[in-house]
């Protein structure tokens, strides 16, 4: 994830405890699929070294991912697993820096993303979901497991409720925990940050009125 800035089924645990999640959102029972065209997933990475300043803080997007979740027959989710092709990481945005970035260097910073992420030997990031806790009063946590650089290591996601139907994730992985040495230039003077922030958006207003997969 070096240079480069930073599921959101959250809503589906939006409900206080002793309310089914059904009550909340009429999803049907069965396996759901859902990408791109309903979300965003989205990476935030900052600056660090003595000379920071000269680096950006970058915003980057996983253009192509999938996921499914399963729901049982009592309205509540029972798994959810997301794959995301680290081949397919573009750069949005970088704040700061001494000058602005160009395109060059958007296309540049996501060839060495894939070094640093050694993709032609792990192409895949994935997230298996296991447990989902609901809060009162909204919102809740999904925890699992997410593999990464071929490592796995436990991940919590912290979800929100934004607007009906509209859920918001958000957790920090650190690169080293997968054995990722994060990306630096001028002899370590300038270099990403350990903690990479990641964020999923998702627009599960439709879900109640697509069939799922048996």
């Known amino acids: 994830m070096a240079q480069y ?13 002793l309310v089914s999640y059904r009550a909340l959102m009429a999803i049907h029972a069965g396996r759901h699929q859902f990408g791109t065209d309903e979300g965003r997933i989205t990476l ?5 070294g003595l000379v ?23 309205g509540a989710p029972a798994s959810l697993a997301v794959k995301v092709d680290l081949g397919a990481l573009v750069v949005r945005s970088g704040s700061g820096g001494i000058k602005p ?26 997230f298996t979901g296991t447990s989902f ?6 919102g809740g946590t999904i925890g699992g497991t997410l593999t990464l650089a071929g490592q796995t290591r436990p991940v919590r996601l912290d979800v929100t409720q934004p607007a009906p139907g509209n859920y918001r994730a958000t957790t920090t992985v650190r690169q080293t925990d997968f054995g990722i040495k994060p990306y630096s230039a001028f002899l370590g003077s300038l270099k990403v940050a350990d903690a990479v922030e990641i964020t999923v ?10 069939e799922p997969t048996p």
């Open 52 to 74: 920071a300043s000269a680096g950006h803080d970058l915003t980057i997007d996983a253009v192509r991912w999938s996921g499914e979740l399963v729901v049982a027959g009592d």
């Open 5 to 17: 800035g930073q599921t959101c089924l959250a809503g589906l645990l939006d409900v206080p405890p």
């Open 133 to 138: 806790d609901p809060a009162a009063g909204g």
């Open 201 to 210: 958006e998702l627009d599960l207003s439709q879900a109640d009125n697509q």
């Open 101 to 126: 970035l160009t395109d060059r260097d958007r296309r540049e910073i996501a060839v060495t993303a894939r070094k640093v992420l050694k993709t032609d030997r792990n192409p895949e990031a994935t």
């Open 44 to 48: 935030r990475t900052s600056r660090d």
